[in-house]
């Protein structure tokens, strides 16, 4: 499903977000997909499912999770931030959220076997933690580069009983790790389920993930609505693929009075291959079965990419913010390197939180946006903890 589009595949007009999304897959996928689409339909209606997802989320995952004033920060800035704090989720950010509600459902469809991509590896220990809780064989793919920097990660999956497999090809890293997820699913479809890791690839995935962080924006409303009786003037919320972005985003989509800000990664430049801003850079084009806008050059060949973070480390955003960017209705800017940097030890120094490097870019944008925000009612979404970037920002001096 990688670069060329859908060379043998079809789309549909299902998954679609304008001239975004859909669905352009192998043959050989259209009907697990379709299958899929069916399947969590179902699950969605079924009050026995969701009573489940519901009591696994707060349970085991942790929720709901403080939304959190941040007196020091608010001062500093001049505006009023509150923190939805999926730092403190089980696994250490937002992505289990998705992990659980996609297990549950591949155990409901009779599937006894998860796959995952991961890059930084938080996806992979987030799914092989799910997988291990609801019984589930759990492989994750990983790029060899990828597994020498994360070698702890590494062990983590391992530890929980996940096989993780190095991928060799290509950069060694996501995108090549996506590619070889999507093959093992090919041939095991019958018996596993592909947990994506972002609100990404072909329909019905950005949806369904969706669907799965919509929990974080929900609370987020109920909680600023009980401490300040009002919706908030500006969500922030750093954009990788996407989904805790449009989880937080999706149930204030309707308020337009509340403003919609997402951070891509800025990285080290403007030039091609310094950074992740597929709104700076990017073109439509497909990429892991769906159209989107993606870093490309002139021959569609996808770009490289830079991030000091991980998580925001990818060439192709997920298809809904490329619509809600297309309609006006959410803005996407970014935060380079450094201003993610300090905002790493701003927030660690006047609130005694360590957030993660990708949480981080959505700080820096609103620190270093906060004069045009001044009284502003804002929320932030903190969409993991930093404990997992500390030896990084110390090495490079933060
Ligand atoms: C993976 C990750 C992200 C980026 O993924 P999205 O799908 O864009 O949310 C952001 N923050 C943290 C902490 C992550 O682990």
């Not at 939180?353 to 001044?374: D, F, K, N, Y």
């Amino acid at each position: 499903m990688d670069g060329a589009p859908a060379s043998g595949g079809q789309s549909s007009t299902a998954g679609r977000f304008g001239p975004f999304g859909g669905r352009y897959a192998p043959e050989t996928l259209v009907a697990p997909l379709e299958e899929l689409e069916r399947a969590f339909a179902a699950a969605l209606a079924d009050p026995s499912f969701t009573a489940e997802l519901h009591r696994e989320l707060g349970a085991w995952a942790g929720r709901p999770t403080p939304l959190t004033f941040a007196p020091r920060l608010s001062e500093r800035l001049g505006l009023t931030v509150y923190l939805k704090r999926e730092d403190l989720a089980h696994t250490g950010a937002h992505k289990i959220n998705n992990c659980v509600g996609q297990c549950l459902l591949a155990r409901r469809m009779g599937k006894r076997r998860v796959i995952a991509e991961t890059g930084a590896g938080q996806h992979g220990v987030a799914t092989a933690a799910a997988a291990a809780r609801l019984g589930l064989r759990c492989t994750v793919y990983m790029g060899t580069l990828d597994m020498e920097r994360q070698a702890l990660n590494v062990y983590r999956m391992r530890l929980l009983g996940a096989e993780v497999r190095g991928v060799e090809a290509g950069s060694r890293t996501l995108k090549d790790a996506i590619n070889e997820a999507m093959r093992d699913w090919v041939a095991s479809v019958a018996d596993s389920h592909y947990v994506l890791g972002s609100a990404l690839g072909p329909h019905p995935y950005p949806t369904m993930v969706r669907t799965s962080q919509r929990v974080l924006g929900e609370e987020a409303r109920r909680q600023i609505l009980e401490q300040r009786g009002r919706l908030p003037d500006l969500l922030v919320a750093c954009v990788g693929g996407g989904s805790n972005a449009i989880g937080l985003f999706a149930p204030f989509l309707d308020d337009p009075a509340v403003a919609l800000v997402g951070v891509e990664a800025g990285g080290r430049g403007e030039r091609p291959g310094e950074h992740a801003a597929r709104f700076l850079g990017g073109r439509p084009g497909v990429l892991h079965g769906a159209r989107t806008l993606v870093l490309q050059d002139e021959a569609g060949q996808v770009l490289g990419t830079h991030s000091v973070s991980a998580g925001l480390d990818y060439a192709a955003v997920g298809p809904e913010h490329a619509w809600l960017a297309a309609q006006g209705r959410a803005r996407y800017e970014r935060a380079g390197d450094a201003a993610a940097l300090a905002a790493f030890r701003l927030l660690s120094e006047l609130e005694g939180i360590i957030p993660a490097l990708e949480s981080a870019h959505a700080l820096a944008w609103l620190v270093e946006h906060a004069r045009e925000h001044q009284g502003a009612l804002a929320i932030v979404n903190l969409s993991g903890r930093g404990d997992k970037d500390v030896e990084q920002a110390q090495r490079l001096g933060a």
